[in-house]
């Protein structure tokens, strides 16, 4: 056996936790519990009497809406506030050294929007999942800086003579398969507080809920696992705008096939679809199966639309795209589109302008008239 150590020398702590992280993410797909809503009446009743400890406001007025990324809480409408739910019926199987509650939550018809506070039992100081034990404990206030000469992680632990307890908590669906996610972090006192958004087509959800003892050399001792699930009613507040389609782009050779424009108080939600035309060359339909071609929607000085939610959607087959993007919210949205479809790094291929109109009601969304 080859002497590694020798080789490459020793490895970073954090470095050698990160593997370890990825390693067990990928392991929680097969021993993790699975979720699931198998009350009985009785059941419930008992639960909703003794769990609606996460029904109550936000404990430090930092809401659902408070801790949404910047790009989402600087446009926010005011009928956003209508959306929000602070009675969230939930029940939990807590990890050790801490304990999770949905405090509030929004699921306005595409995705869930939830807050999420951990607060620990008396021997944890609780640090995020993206955080380092030497990262300043004021870190989420200036991401760029993690060591701004503050107090540690690490030094409060040592002070307090507390574990120092990473913890976190994933979207999973029926069958524990993770989902994809966006997440803000927050600190409030001792407690760590998560914003959590996923796509959600229905009001029930789940949540694996972890915690690792920072400084322990036991790996798989160090880990607990819990599950919370939640239900929560969908609220579908706005309106649905599509196109007249299909349009073929000026070299004929890609045309939009569907556009669909979500509009509500909390965030704009835009489904493009393209695809290669019959004409096309084969160097076109290869960028489309490798999902080469990408699209912005370009605002009145041409500039992107800034995305607020990072983690596009595409799908698609051989000549099909579907891509889908998340945008801040708006008062009143233009009565055309500008687009532009581009390959990274290689330039624009079109741009096109896009008339839209209000859908009669959601089964006419797509806005194909072939």
Not at 6 to 35: I, K, M, N, Y
């Amino acid at each position: 056996m080859k002497d590694w150590d020798s080789l490459f020398g020793d490895v970073p702590e954090s470095f050698s936790r990160r593997v370890h992280d990825t390693v067990d993410r990928l392991e929680r797909q097969e021993s993790a519990p699975r979720p699931a809503f198998r009350l009985r009446p009785v059941a419930v009743l008992a639960l909703a009497l003794c769990l609606l400890a996460g029904t109550a406001a936000a404990l430090s007025g930092l809401g659902v809406l408070d801790t949404l990324g910047r790009e989402l809480r600087a446009y926010l409408q005011p009928e956003a506030k209508e959306l929000v739910q602070t009675s969230v019926f939930q029940v939990a199987s807590q990890p050790r050294h801490a304990s999770f509650t949905v405090e509030e939550a929004v699921h306005d018809g595409r995705q869930m929007y939830l807050s999420v506070r951990v607060h620990p039992e008396s021997d944890a100081l609780l640090m995020d999942f993206n955080a380092e034990a030497s990262w300043s404990r004021s870190w989420p206030e200036h991401p760029a800086q993690t060591d701004d000469g503050s107090e540690t992680f690490a030094q409060a632990a040592a002070v307090q003579g507390k574990e120092l307890v990473r913890a976190d908590c994933e979207p999973v669906d029926e069958n524990g398969t993770l989902l994809d996610r966006a997440v803000e972090v927050h600190y409030d006192g001792d407690d760590l507080l998560y914003n959590l958004s996923f796509a959600s087509e229905s009001g029930k959800a789940s949540l694996r809920l972890f915690t690792d003892e920072v400084y322990s050399e036991d790996w798989k001792q160090s880990r607990s696992f819990g599950t919370l699930d939640l239900e929560v009613n969908v609220t579908e507040r706005g309106k649905i705008y599509t196109a007249d389609t299909p349009i073929v782009f000026a070299d004929g050779e890609l045309e939009l096939t569907g556009l669909t424009v979500v509009q509500n108080p909390i965030a704009t939600y835009v489904t493009y679809e393209y695809a290669a035309t019959e004409s096309a060359s084969m160097k076109t339909r290869v960028h489309l199966y490798n999902g080469n071609v990408w699209v912005n929607w370009l605002d009145e000085s041409g500039e992107p639309v800034p995305e607020a939610i990072m983690g596009r959607g595409v799908s698609g087959d051989d000549d099909q795209t579907t891509y889908s993007c998340t945008y801040r919210a708006f008062e009143t949205l233009p009565g055309e589109m500008k687009l532009e479809f581009y390959r990274p790094g290689a330039g624009t291929i079109a741009q096109v302008m896009v008339p839209l109109r209000e859908a009669a009601d959601e089964n006419q969304q797509g806005g194909s008239s072939k």
